[in-house]
């Protein structure tokens, strides 16, 4: 009996110490969770700051399209108006030669006419010009002003009526732009949309957008020089820009952060996957041990049949610590992104027969029925990862067989996809509650019949899912408690289909 006591306490206190480090490891697991939500909470803001720098750039670059527009309408009508002051002075003249010519022959009413005409056309042009947003200036070819309107004087600080006579030159804040707008007049004949800078009566200067056209008038070439401000948009501009830089040296700032977190949390798992790797050596060899000596011990004649069930207790116990190790270990591989993709081409239908094989008897031990359906379809050679396929399907026909009281266990094989293949494990079993399936494949997560029955870690159905996407498929589940459940998963078996990541 102090045999059998001193037996159940290493037991305990193996399965004690177990089960602290899996609590150690789910922590662990949540905080590199808790990271990885960081990480992908400060992309996401960075990129949201970039979209709202990008936002205000289209807002101001609409407004400028905008206010352009609008400077052009203005200037098509001041052109249009031109061209009928120009048109009707051209006629007046033709009839004052006229007059001259032949005297009282010409009738002095059309004279009147044509002089009333060129009246309403020169109030129809000043009321425009005045009425405009735009500075509009006429000058002569040595850019003397003899016209100014109203926005010009209010846009260089000072009357309008002060303005004829001055020269356009002085108004210029920077002689390199007087003078490539005369180069631009020499090469094309005109000027649009020139960005200069202007100083107004007081010396400040402001931005403007420049256009220069030649008329003719009376027989003589002048120039309507216009003129929009566009300061505002200058300087929203130029803070746009510095917000955009200010943005990139976060952007940049962050992503060093993020890169030193990434490399820290890179460390941290491979520490982990070391400290799992020695830990799981360090466990099995004492459990193995224990496991050797009870089988010996169970080979003993004259042992008792309750100290035979204690020693099968022991056993099953040890065989559910390695299971769980096992299972640990596997996660922290595909976690760390170690675990390689082996695909070779095997007989499918073998392959099958022997998962067959090895899951009978388990499946004879609780009276349940076990088959395997294979397609005619499907083809006898396939081209994927044996061990990983092996081991997925031993995980769903396990649980299947663990879950299942009465009835049977049915494997089916048909086509997928293209190049794919899709298996079904459907069993009769109790079934999964639709408020746990969204869950089910997350690690040291169990069903409520799973934690009933005492067995598993939870990392199985996760380890799975992990495989099957290594394997280029998809999984999904179909389940009815009381009636039983399908797992069915499709993998990619072409030979030339690349690993993911």
């Not at 003129?227 to 300087?235: G, H, N, S, V």
């Not at 695909?343 to 395997?372: I, W, Y």
Request: glycine share 6%; with cysteine; charged share 25%.
């Amino acid at each position: 009996m102090a045999k059998k006591v001193s037996l159940e306490h290493d037991k305990d206190q193996t399965i004690k110490a177990l089960k602290a480090e899996i609590e150690q490891l789910r922590h662990e697991l949540s905080v590199l969770a808790s990271e990885k939500q960081d990480l992908e909470i400060s992309l996401q803001t960075t990129t949201e700051h970039g979209d709202i720098v990008e936002a205000e750039l289209e807002r101001i670059n609409r407004r400028l399209h905008r206010e352009i527009s609008q400077r052009e309408l203005a200037q098509a009508a001041l052109q249009s108006m031109l061209e009928i002051l120009i048109r009707d002075k051209a006629d007046l003249e033709a009839i004052l030669e006229a007059v001259t010519q032949h005297g009282d022959t010409v009738e002095y009413e059309l004279y009147a006419q044509a002089a009333e005409s060129i009246r309403r056309s020169e109030e129809q042009f000043h009321t425009i010009a005045e009425a405009t947003p735009i500075a509009m200036i006429l000058t002569e070819p040595n850019n003397r002003i003899y016209y100014a309107n109203a926005t010009s004087g209010r846009m260089l600080g000072t009357d309008a009526q002060m303005l004829p006579h001055s020269s356009l030159d002085n108004f210029y804040a920077n002689s390199q732009d007087l003078d490539k707008i005369n180069q631009l007049l020499t090469e094309q004949g005109n000027v649009r949309d020139y960005e200069v800078v202007l100083r107004r009566c007081d010396n400040q200067t402001f931005w403007a957008m420049a256009s220069v056209y030649p008329l003719v008038l009376r027989g003589e070439c002048v120039f309507l020089n216009t003129f929009y401000d566009i300061t505002p948009l200058k300087e929203s501009e130029a803070k746009l820009r510095e917000q955009a830089q200010l943005l990139e040296r976060r952007v940049q700032e962050r992503t060093r952060e993020l890169q030193q977190e990434k490399e820290a949390a890179e460390f941290a798992s491979r520490a982990r996957g070391e400290f799992l790797a020695n830990m799981g050596h360090e466990i099995r060899t004492p459990l193995n041990a224990i496991m050797g000596f009870t089988q010996i011990m169970q080979a003993d004649d004259e042992l008792s049949e309750e100290y035979r069930d204690y020693l099968q207790m022991i056993y099953r116990s040890g065989e559910h610590l390695i299971a769980l190790i096992n299972d640990i270990l596997e996660m922290s591989k595909i976690e760390a992104g170690k675990i390689p993709i082996k695909r070779t081409q095997f007989h499918l239908p073998e392959f099958m027969a022997v998962l067959r094989d090895l899951m009978t008897l388990k499946a004879q031990s609780k009276g349940l029925d076990l088959s395997v359906e294979i397609d005619p379809r499907v083809p006898t050679y396939i081209y994927t990862d044996e061990g990983k396929l092996r081991q997925i399907l031993l995980n769903f026909l396990s649980n299947a067989i663990k879950f299942t009281n009465a009835g049977g266990v049915t494997v089916t094989v048909q086509p997928g996809g293209q190049n794919q293949l899709k298996f079904k494990v459907t069993d009769t079993g109790v079934g999964i509650s639709e408020s746990e399936l969204p869950g089910l494949f997350d690690p040291f997560v169990q069903t409520e019949s799973g934690r009933k029955s005492g067995e598993g870690t939870g990392l199985g159905l996760t380890i799975c899912l992990k495989y099957i996407k290594l394997l280029g498929g998809e999984v999904t589940v179909d389940s009815t408690q009381g009636l039983g459940t399908t797992f069915s998963f499709t993998i990619d078996i072409s030979p030339d289909q690349p690993t993911p990541n």
